[in-house]
């Protein structure tokens, strides 16, 4: 059995299309059609239904995804075990993170990684938590850090930090920086227009749930994904916005806001740090967990 034709099905397998896998691997597709193929007739056994949704494991190709999982594991922690006794981790580790976060977090993860992994790769892509957790299930990413994580039996997550989530209003012209507004009740938020992103976004259902909580919805005056564009139509006066601290210190006027806690105890969403729980941690994983870690709390205003 070829490790390259198995790579290949466990890509297309767990990303559910040859056109994506063929991407991700950078290879062309047809080529990839065809690996597979050998890989089916070295078995004498179909392992994907293909339809115009995608491609589908049959029950032996399910038998062969676990397996092949396990053997690709094992092939790259040979690889950095052997890597070790050159008098290093190498590797390669993907990690995933929420942009608000990746913001301040990136250029910190990625010095102190080359100073401890000389010889590992890092890969970092930014998006939403709903996202990264699909990335994590699939094999597209090793490590996530998730907004609101909720328990599943394909990944395991640990709580990081927690984060204020405030009430963002446009700051009316003259009016001082101090003091600060102090915090707003809950109720008081659902009454406002707000400019929120889409579900499933993982603010948008922790506000939508802190709301239920107390018996009121919020209410919904644009649905608009991505903190700029949010705080630029709060300030342009479509109405107020709810983000964590991280995400309003970071935009490019933060004093063209005024900013708030809601409710008493404030609102907090937490981020986690997870894993997926189909595939153990390789070494080089294992040290980059350890240094987001190290690394988040310094960097990602919390509480």
Do not use: W
């Amino acid at each position: 059995m070829d490790l390259r034709q198995l790579e290949y099905f466990v890509r297309v397998a767990e990303l559910g299309s040859f056109t994506r896998a063929a991407a991700e691997l950078g290879v062309a597709q047809p080529a990839l059609s065809r690996q597979v193929r050998l890989l089916e007739v070295e078995l004498r056994q179909s392992l994907l239904v293909r339809n115009g949704r995608g491609a589908v494991p049959t029950e032996a190709g399910k038998v062969l995804l676990d397996h092949g999982r396990g053997i690709l594991h094992q092939v790259q922690r040979a690889r950095e075990d052997l890597g070790r006794l050159r008098g290093g981790v190498s590797g390669r580790v993907a990690v995933g993170l929420p942009s608000s976060v990746a913001r301040v977090l990136t250029v910190p993860l990625t010095r102190a990684f080359r100073a401890a992994m000389p010889d590992a790769r890092l890969s970092i892509s930014e998006g939403l938590s709903s996202g990264l957790e699909a990335g994590l299930v699939s094999g597209r990413l090793d490590i996530a850090v998730l907004y609101n994580a909720q328990p599943s039996r394909e990944v395991d997550a640990t709580p990081l930090l927690d984060e204020d989530l405030l009430l963002v209003r446009a700051r009316p012209p003259g009016l001082q920086e101090d003091p600060p507004p102090g915090p707003v009740d809950l109720r008081e938020v659902a009454t406002l227009p707000l400019v929120i992103p889409t579900r499933p976004n993982a603010i948008r259902m922790h506000v939508e749930s802190a709301l239920a909580a107390v018996g009121a919805r919020p209410n919904v005056a644009l649905e608009i994904d991505g903190v700029p564009a949010i705080l630029d139509l709060v300030r342009d006066g479509a109405g107020c916005a709810i983000l964590s601290r991280n995400a309003l210190l970071h935009s490019p006027r933060p004093s063209a806001f005024t900013a708030q806690p809601i409710g008493d105890p404030p609102l907090r969403i937490r981020l986690s740090l997870a894993t997926s729980l189909q595939r153990p941690a390789t070494p080089v994983q294992e040290a980059t967990l350890a240094l987001i870690r190290a690394t988040a709390p310094e960097v990602v205003p919390h509480a």
